[in-house]
C-alpha cells in the first residue's frame, strides 16, 4: 500500500467530463476566459485586502506515483476526479462565501447538467449554515453575467429534479446582473456588499 | 498547447516533500492518523449540521494528460506542487472558518518548518478579513492536540523569522487543549463555540 501525502487511497471514481472545451477568442473579453476573469478577479480583491477568495485545486485521484532517486515524486497515473463541492469559497468580512461558476453559450436558459447533485447538496449545507452562497452564472454569447442567490438555484433544481434548464428570466427575475468592467472584470463582491442588510441569501 | 479542466498550463513548481511518512499504529488512537481524525470530525459536524469544513485537494501540477478513445482522461504525468493556502475551511454560523492541522513526534516543541510562508500570509489575510483562523497542532508521542489562534502563531513566527520551533509552554500559554474524546475525535468547533463574544482571533 502506498501511502499518498494527501492520505487518499486507491478508490474508485467517477468518469470526469471536461467543461471547458477550448474557446475562440473573445476580443469584447480581451481572450481572457471566464475563469480567468474570475481568478483575476479575486487576485484583485486580495490585493486590495477587500475579500480572501480562492478557487480549490481540482481533485485528482491519485493511482501510481514514482520516487525517483535525487528527484521530485512524479505521478505517472492519476484521474479527474467529480468536485464534493464548489469550486469557490473564502471569507469576506468575516463571513463565509461560496460559490460555484458556471458558462453556457446559449442564449435564453441555463441547462442544469452543468451542476451536479451533491453540488447542490454542499450549497443546502452552507446556506444551513448561514453562509453566503451563490452562482456566476456566464452567458458568453451575450456577453452577461449574473449573480444568483443559491437559495433560488436550489429551489429551481428540486422543483425540476435537475432536469430542466434554467430560463434566462428566472435568473433576471431573482438575479443581478454584474456591469461590464475591467478593474475588477467580475465585481460579485459589490452584489454582497449591497446584499448585506437585506438578507444575504434570498 | 492543452487546456487542463482547471484551467493550468505547464509551469515551474516547487519540489514536494512528503510530511507525513508512514506512523507506526497506534492503539490509543486505534490506528487513525491524525489527518483521519480530522476529516472524521468534519463528517461528523456535517452530518449533524454543525458546519462544513472541508479539506481542500492536494494542488497537482498536471503535465500531461491522455484522452485515450471510449475512456477516460488518465493523467499520465503530473507533480505535487505547495499548497498556497492552508488545509481546511469552511463555514460555522455564517463565519468563516480556516486552519492547517500538523503533527510532530517531539515533546516538547513545534518545528516551524512545518509551516511554509504562504500560509502565514494567508492566515494574515484571513485574519485582516476577521475570519476564524487557527491552527492544531497534534503532539503524536504525548497524545496530546491543541487549538492555536493564527494571530499567536503569526506573531511567533515573525519574532522569530521562522526559524525557531514554537516551544510547548507557549502553545500551552495561548492554546487550548482539545479533549481526548471519540465523538467527534478533534472538538475543534467547541473551542471557536466558547471564544465567541470573547475575540475570536487572540
Do not use: W
Not at 477550448?22 to 487576485?43: C, L, Q
Request: hydrophobic share 30%.
Amino acid at each position: 500500500m502506498i501511502n499518498y501525502p494527501n492520505g487518499q487511497k486507491t478508490k474508485s471514481f467517477k468518469t470526469y467530463s471536461p467543461s471547458c472545451p477550448k474557446k475562440p477568442t473573445n476580443f469584447a473579453k480581451r481572450g481572457m476566459s471566464f475563469e480567468e476573469d474570475i481568478n483575476a478577479t479575486n487576485e484583485y480583491y486580495l490585493s486590495q485586502e477587500i475579500a480572501v477568495i480562492h478557487k480549490k485545486p481540482t481533485p485528482i485521484q491519485i493511482v501510481h506515483v514514482d520516487y525517483p532517486a535525487r528527484s521530485r515524486a512524479k505521478i505517472t497515473e492519476a484521474y479527474f476526479r467529480q468536485a464534493s463541492t464548489t469550486d469557490y469559497s473564502g471569507v469576506y468580512k468575516g463571513r463565509y462565501i461560496d460559490f460555484e461558476a458556471k458558462e453556457t453559450n446559449q442564449k435564453q436558459s441555463f441547462p442544469l447538467k452543468n451542476f451536479h447533485h451533491h453540488q447542490i447538496e454542499h450549497m443546502k449545507a452552507v446556506l444551513k449554515q448561514e453562509g453566503v452562497a451563490f452562482i456566476l452564472l456566464h452567458f458568453s454569447s451575450r456577453l452577461e453575467t449574473y449573480y444568483l442567490p443559491a437559495s433560488k438555484m436550489v429551489e429551481f433544481y428540486e422543483e425540476n429534479k435537475g432536469l430542466k434548464s434554467m430560463p434566462l428570466d428566472f435568473i433576471q427575475k431573482y438575479g443581478f446582473l454584474l456591469p461590464n468592467q475591467q478593474i475588477p472584470r467580475i465585481p460579485y463582491i459589490e452584489i454582497i456588499r449591497n446584499q448585506i442588510g437585506g438578507g444575504l441569501n434570498s
